[in-house]
């Protein structure tokens, strides 16, 4: 089934389409985990109510330069806001859920299959581990190179965080209300740095 996708604070919003009563479902979102990395997450999600518990299948880390652009002139920003537009655009065409994001004039594009539980980044394909394992796909993304961005390898890690790294989420008619977790980050670095991979990566 197919996500809805909102660009929200320069980051990325998605959540699963499974019904509030079902047992299961998916999300994804993104964030800052330092000044040079910021990450888009997907996880799956079991259960309802308080027994609902969320596990990572993926995280993309995008590396970018410490200083990255944090003024533009119009043409830069309208243009930096086509690319965004014709990616997602793009995405939904072919059916996937668009996982970028977009900060100043940085550009983020990717987008995940949820059926074929597959990432596609930079015209690769990415394969997520069987949802029965217990392990989350990285996928480390270099854009430390102005206009230029590349897949500088992958790792795997634990798909489990505490669950005060999660947050909650309700419903009230058609609008669904999220609160993130002021801990995500702290939780999500320790996990990733238990990775020589990830640990090489990380500025």
Not at 128 to 154: F, R
């Amino acid at each position: 089934m197919r996500a809805a996708s909102h660009l929200v604070t320069g980051l990325l919003l998605a959540l699963g389409t499974a019904p509030l009563s079902g047992q299961s479902g998916w999300g994804a979102d993104g964030g800052t985990l330092s000044p040079e990395v910021r990450y888009s997450l997907i996880h799956s999600d079991e259960g309802s109510g308080v027994r609902e518990r969320s596990r990572i299948d993926a995280i993309l880390l995008w590396r970018e330069p410490p200083s990255a652009p944090s003024s533009t002139s119009p043409s830069e920003h309208e243009a930096a806001q086509r690319r965004y537009r014709e990616a997602r655009r793009g995405a939904e065409d072919r059916g996937r859920t668009f996982l970028g994001s977009l900060t100043n004039r940085v550009v983020r594009m990717a987008e995940y299959d949820p059926e074929r539980r597959q990432v596609f980044v930079l015209g690769r394909e990415f394969a997520l581990a069987d949802a029965t394992k217990d392990s989350a796909l990285v996928i480390l993304i270099d854009m430390t190179e102005p206009g230029e961005a590349t897949v500088a390898g992958t790792a795997w890690v634990g798909r489990d965080l505490p669950s005060d790294a999660w947050g909650r989420s309700w419903s009230s008619g058609d609008t669904t209300f999220i609160v993130r977790s002021r801990q995500r980050e702290a939780h999500l670095l320790a996990l990733l740095r238990r990775s020589a991979e990830v640990r090489a990566f990380l500025p």
